[in-house]
């Protein structure tokens, strides 16, 4: 089947030659940082997570949301889901090996991956965060390979592929939680110290994740073929609804602990720091007050049932959802986590050029490979249907 990736129209080899020179400028870029170490990138003694670990907590819950089509289509017999269930798979494979492609740029030198491998150390969330990544990259590779492949072969999937789709929707929500305690189990940054983390992380990962897939359908249906069909991506838009309200609800959440109690320790200061500004300093606030103005567009749009009804509002609606959600997640919870720091002094944090240009060649990295993983699909749902 791979040999389908190899044929495309002039726009299917113009995007491919697109992603790849954004990768080849990160990698360039990457190459840099690798030989003058991380002073290349904005991140300090004060800021020590910054664009890598934002991208990569957002795009763990990317693809942790494929279990948003798996779980209904299998658990369930939601037949509908049916027609999109490899596109989510193959969505949470990509977003996988982009998550792990930034914790290697975030590394510095990309030897010090195999301290895990060779010195393992199981009571280290960062351990398991490994474990529980690697297994459901490879749980989604073997599942959405054999599935498309007994597709393309007329026949039924192996049986055996069932009982490891079973462990895959556990796994997906382990794969966040897991991934939320590396914050939420460091008692010196107050604005992650909280017991519903993970359940933020869930909740933001069920809006964005679906968002995306919505956006994704309807190019595929515009550049191919092959209909994913409405009521699959309607039913998708509820779940992004309901999953946009419960992670917005959870933000206020924090806001109400934060302010009403007036500790400032308890993430006060990170939050007046990002919405506000701390001690003149608010180079985040345009960011994150772009959330707010997104969120409650996105909400407006979805909870009436007759915008969401209609695809120009749907497309509008997803698109602000997935970048409120990057914004919140990928930039504000992580950076303002750091600020202020255990002096209460402020260390802004911004990205570099080079900085930038490695995460974004990282992004067009893994577009890449899903460009490639949808050619296929979609190409063997096109013979097949």
Same mark, same amino acid.
């Given at each position: 089947?791979?040999? #389908?990736?190899?044929?495309g @129209?002039? #726009? ?10 954004l ?6 870029c990457?190459? %840099?940082q ?13 800021? @020590?997570?910054?664009l890598?670990?934002?991208? +990569?907590?957002f795009? /763990?819950?990317?693809?942790? @949301? ?5 779980l209904?289509?299998?658990?369930h017999?939601?037949k509908v ?13 990509a977003?996988?090996?982009m998550?792990l !492609?930034?914790?290697? /740029?975030?590394?510095? #030198? ?13 009571n280290?969330?960062? +351990? ?11 749980l989604?590779?073997?599942? &959405? %390979? ?8 007329g ?19 382990s794969?966040h939680?897991?991934?939320?305690f ?17 359940? $933020? ?5 069920? =809006? ?5 897939l919505?956006?994704?359908?309807y190019?595929?249906?515009?550049v ?5 069909? $409405? ?17 917005? *609800?959870?933000?206020?959440?924090e ?9 400032? =320790?308890?993430?006060?200061? @990170? !939050?007046?720091?990002? +919405?506000v ?15 707010v ?5 996105? !909400? ?7 915008? $969401?009804?209609k ?9 602000a959802? *997935?970048? =409120? ?6 930039? &504000?919870? /992580?950076?303002g986590? *750091? ?5 209460? $002094?402020?260390?802004?944090?911004i ?12 992004? =067009? ?14 190409a ?6």
């Amino acid at each position: 089947m791979l040999v #389908k990736a190899l044929s495309g @129209s002039k #726009k299917y080899w113009g995007w491919i030659t697109v992603l790849l020179a954004l990768s080849g400028a990160g990698l360039a870029c990457y190459l %840099w940082q690798l030989q003058q170490g991380l002073t290349i990138t904005g991140m300090s003694r004060d800021v @020590s997570w910054g664009l890598y670990i934002g991208q +990569f907590t957002f795009l /763990v819950g990317v693809a942790a @949301s494929a279990v948003m089509v798996v779980l209904p289509y299998y658990l369930h017999n939601v037949k509908v889901f049916g027609r999109i269930t490899i596109l989510g798979e193959f969505l949470a494979v990509a977003a996988i090996i982009m998550c792990l !492609l930034f914790v290697i /740029v975030d590394l510095g #030198k990309p030897m010090r991956l195999f301290n895990m491998i060779f010195y393992p150390t199981p009571n280290s969330i960062l +351990f398991w965060d490994m474990v529980v990544l690697n297994g459901y990259l490879l749980l989604n590779i073997i599942v &959405g %390979w054999h599935a498309l492949e007994a597709e393309y072969k007329g026949v039924a999937p192996p049986s055996w592929t069932r009982y490891l789709v079973y462990i895959s929707i556990p796994w997906a929500v382990s794969i966040h939680t897991v991934t939320a305690f590396l914050y939420a189990g460091l008692p010196g940054r107050h604005y992650w110290l909280t017991a519903i983390m993970a359940a $933020r992380f869930l909740a933001s990962a069920f =809006a964005s994740g679906p968002a995306l897939l919505i956006l994704l359908c309807y190019i595929i249906k515009r550049v191919s073929k092959f209909d994913p069909g $409405r009521e699959a991506i309607q039913k998708l838009a509820a779940i992004v609804t309901y999953a946009t309200i419960i992670s917005v *609800f959870f933000v206020g959440l924090e806001l109400f602990t934060a302010f009403y109690s007036q500790v400032p =320790a308890h993430g006060m200061d @990170s !939050l007046t720091y990002l +919405f506000v500004g701390l001690e003149g300093h608010g180079k985040l606030v345009p960011w994150m007050w772009t959330f707010v103005v997104l969120a409650v567009l996105a !909400l407006v749009l979805l909870i009436n049932p007759v915008t $969401r009804g209609k695809d120009g509002y749907l497309l509008l609606a997803c698109g602000a959802v *997935f970048i =409120a959600m990057w914004i919140e997640k990928g930039i &504000g919870l /992580v950076i303002g986590g *750091f600020v202020p720091n255990a002096f209460e $002094r402020v260390t802004e944090y911004i990205p570099t050029l080079p900085e930038a240009l490695i995460a974004l060649g990282i992004w =067009a990295a893994g577009f890449l490979i899903l460009t490639i993983l949808y050619k296929i699909a979609i190409a063997v749902k096109e013979e097949t249907v």
